[in-house]
C-alpha cells in the first residue's frame, strides 16, 4: 500500500497580485512636518497548498494578505496584521511569505496529530482560508476587509467577515468612540432592529438587543455594522450587515467625525 501520510501535493504557490495605487497624504508620524505625500502602493502575497493526510482527508490551506509598502508605521502595521493573524517580525512581502508557510506548516502539523483522535471514515476535505481586501482609501481613511473559512470537521464549517479602519494621519484605528457621541446609549438597540431589514435573517434572531460594534466601514452617506455566524442570529442566517445613513443618525454623531467627513 502507498503511504499517503505526509505526501505534500504541487508545491507552495506564492501569488501576487497587480497593484493598486492611489493618492495617499503624510504617510509619516502625526504632526510630523517632514512627511511626503507618496503613492500609496498595494501589493498581495498568497500561499496556497494541500497535504494527502490520509485516504479519507486532505487537508488545503489558501491564505492570502495584502503588502502596504507606503506604511511605515509600526503600531499601524501590527494592528493590519493582528486581525489577519499573522505575526512577522517584518511587514515586506518576504517577510509576510515566511509568516503564512510557517502559519501552514503548524496549520498541517495539527491536523495530522488531530487525526490520531478522529480519522474521518468517508472522503473529507478541512480547509483554512482567509484573504485581506481593501475596501476604500480616502483622505488617509483606509478601511480593509478581512475574510476567512474553514471546515476541520462536525455538522458544518465557518466562516467570518470582518472591518477596520484605519487613520493613516493619527496612525490610530477608528472606533465608534470616535463616531459617535454616546455608544453605549441603550437606544441604539432599537435603532439596530428598525434598520434590520432583512427579514429571513430577522427570523433567526438569538438576541432581544443588538449592540454597536467596532465590527464596521462606513462612506460619507452611511456606517454599516456587521455581525458575524452566531454574534446576534444563528449559523443559517450568515453575516448579518445592518446600515444606518448618517442623515438620520447625525444629532448622534462626533462633531469631529462629522467635520472629517465633511457632514457639517
Known sequence: MKKLLGILSVGILLAS??????????????????????????????????????????????????????????????????NAMVKSSTYDAAGLKTALEQDMKQNFDKTKQDIKEFSPSFKQTWDDTSAMKVVSNNDNLLTLQYTGSGYTGGAHGYYFENYKTFDLQTNKVISQNDIFKNPNDPAWSAILMNHFTNKDQKEMLLVDKIPLNNNFYFDNQKITFVYNQYEVAAYAAGVVPISLKFSEIKDRLKPEFLKRLKLE
Open 17 to 82: 497580485c497587480e497593484k493598486k495605487t492611489t493618492v495617499a497624504v503624510n504617510l509619516g508620524d502625526n504632526n510630523d512636518s517632514t512627511a511626503t505625500v507618496k503613492e500609496f502602493v498595494v501589493d498581495s502575497v498568497r500561499v496556497n497548498d494541500s497535504l494527502v493526510v490520509s485516504k479519507n482527508l486532505t487537508s488545503v490551506f489558501n491564505k492570502q494578505v495584502l503588502v502596504f509598502p507606503s506604511i511605515t508605521n509600526k503600531t499601524v502595521l501590527d494592528s493590519i496584521y493582528s
